[in-house]
Nanobody, 119 residues
Framework: QVRLVESGGGLVQAGGSLRLSCAAP????????MGWYRQAPGKQRELVAV???????NYADSVKGRFTISRDNGKNTVYLQMNSLKPEDTAVYYC?????????????WGQGTQVTVSS
């Protein structure tokens, strides 16, 4: 079982920055894809950004140019640098990981971290 531990959420003014981190402590196998989703009140959970172990990335149109996802494969850790934050970025952000060498169809979620952007 893979456990994902997130950190870095908080309250920031519009235009500010935050950096989220997500680690998989104790996980010895490489996680194929790691990324971030978010869910605002009354809305469905949506993809924010994802990166694979090979380095490819994908972003939601709404965050392109403002957010940057990166990962440390050796530590099974993924980061989300969020710049130029907007009030509409307010949501609970969830770390997601998919696939390992021994369980390619597996999927894991973190507990979520709140990001609040004030106007």
């Amino acid at each position: 079982q893979v456990r994902l531990v997130e950190s870095g959420g908080g309250l920031v003014q519009a235009g500010g920055s935050l950096r989220l981190s997500c680690a998989a402590p104790g996980t010895l196998v490489r996680l194929n894809a790691m990324g971030w989703y978010r869910q605002a009140p009354g809305k469905q959970r949506e993809l924010v950004a994802v990166t694979t172990s090979g380095g490819s990335t994908n972003y939601a149109d709404s965050v392109k140019g403002r957010f940057t996802i990166s990962r440390d494969n050796g530590k099974n850790t993924v980061y989300l640098q969020m710049n130029s934050l907007k009030p509409e970025d307010t949501a609970v952000y969830y770390c997601n990981a998919r696939g390992t060498s021994v369980a390619p169809g597996s999927e894991y979620w973190g507990q979520g971290t709140q990001v609040t952007v004030s106007s």
